[in-house]
């Protein structure tokens, strides 16, 4: 009986260690750990730990995927803390004080160890989680801040279930209203999902303050029928404290999902579709469209620092369609830039 509550508690201990915050991905059709790997910047044999799997195991499609993070590592087979601890220049005594572990305690497969300098906190429920984001004070509510209104509204978006309620659609569509709406003026409120993954981002970043940018916009000019925008499924976001590249990377491991990354302007653009689509455009406000589609070389003025912040650029920006330049109003405010044009990626291709 005693030996049966041990390895009770230990299990639980395993448990607590690893369901914190972190990012997950599911898999799609073609991918293989290596490619997932490169996605996330994170070796094979980390993703493999991480997961339980061997480094030359397959992958199949809808399979969800734990991303290890930066400043941990996951135990593999055969693994020894001294091995990991000559690996990660460290020392073992460092590793078992941070991971709080036992003298003699064997190490598990997939068990996660943070490293030295990776600093972490334990909410209240026990649970580790990185302290660079914070946690949510309240998981589920949001705290957004309308630019072209000046508007800062609190609202709880998903119940105990974690699905949307209507009045957190209402509301939240009440703050994605375009700039000069006549007060009776109705537009359509945002999906469920998209309300439901804001939830998700609210929580994943610390629950801090998520600036609206843009959200519904009126069809004309550059603004398609088509656009996400016009249906009230789109918004461009930034978040206080996360650097646009992090939002970025965290919003392309949702599925169904339209991402738009912009290195010369101040927000990412978030959309809920039925295919994931994902594009940069290094235009300025003003500017026609100028995307870097994979493989292709940024232009010539890039930095070093934005070369390296975009990376290959846009895996499906073939897809991207020119959208409306928003209206200074909705886009300035005293301690922001003014922003460019954002692309929305076309309807996917008959198959």
Excluded: K
């Excluded at 001294?82 to 460092?94: R, Y």
């Excluded at 600036?211 to 016009?230: C, D, F, L, P």
């Amino acid at each position: 009986m005693r030996r049966a509550l041990a390895y009770l508690l230990l299990w639980w201990a395993l448990l607590a260690g690893v369901a914190h915050a972190q990012t997950m991905h599911t898999v799609r059709a073609g991918q293989s750990l290596a490619r997932i790997a490169r996605r996330y910047h994170v070796t094979v044999a980390d993703l493999a730990a991480a997961n339980g799997l061997s480094a030359t195991a397959s992958v199949r499609p809808g399979q969800e995927l734990r991303i290890p993070e930066a400043g941990c590592v996951y135990v593999a087979a055969g693994d020894s803390l001294i091995e990991i601890a000559h690996d990660h220049n460290c020392t073992v005594a460092e590793l078992v004080r941070l991971n709080h572990l036992h003298d003699g305690q064997a190490l598990q497969v997939g068990q996660r160890l943070v490293l030295p300098g990776f600093e972490a906190t334990t909410t209240r429920t026990g649970r580790t989680t990185a302290s660079r984001w914070g946690t949510a004070r309240t998981p589920g509510t949001a705290t957004f801040y309308r630019i072209a209104t000046h508007t800062r509204e609190r609202i709880r978006l998903v119940d105990v279930t974690r699905r949307a309620t209507r009045a957190a659609m209402r509301r939240l569509g009440l703050m994605m209203r375009p700039r000069g709406a006549r007060p009776r003026e109705t537009f359509p409120n945002p999906p469920a999902r998209l309300v439901e993954l804001l939830a998700r981002v609210s929580d994943h970043f610390g629950g801090h303050v998520v600036h609206i940018v843009s959200g519904y916009r009126h069809a004309g000019g550059y603004t398609r029928e088509s656009s996400q925008h016009t249906h009230g499924h789109a918004i461009d976001i930034h978040i206080d404290g996360v650097p646009n590249t992090e939002l970025r990377d965290y919003l392309r491991t949702f599925d169904r999902v339209g991402v738009g990354y912009y290195p010369r302007s101040s927000f990412v653009h978030f959309d809920v579709r039925t295919r994931s689509a994902y594009w940069v455009d290094w235009s300025r406000p003003g500017e026609a469209p100028q995307y870097q589609r994979r493989g292709d070389s940024a232009p010539v003025d890039a930095t070093a620092e934005e070369r390296a912040a975009t990376g290959e650029g846009g895996v499906d920006a073939t897809e991207a369609e020119v959208d409306a330049v928003p209206e200074p109003d909705e886009t300035t405010e005293p301690t922001l830039e003014v922003m460019p044009a954002e692309p929305e990626p076309a309807p996917a291709p008959t198959e």
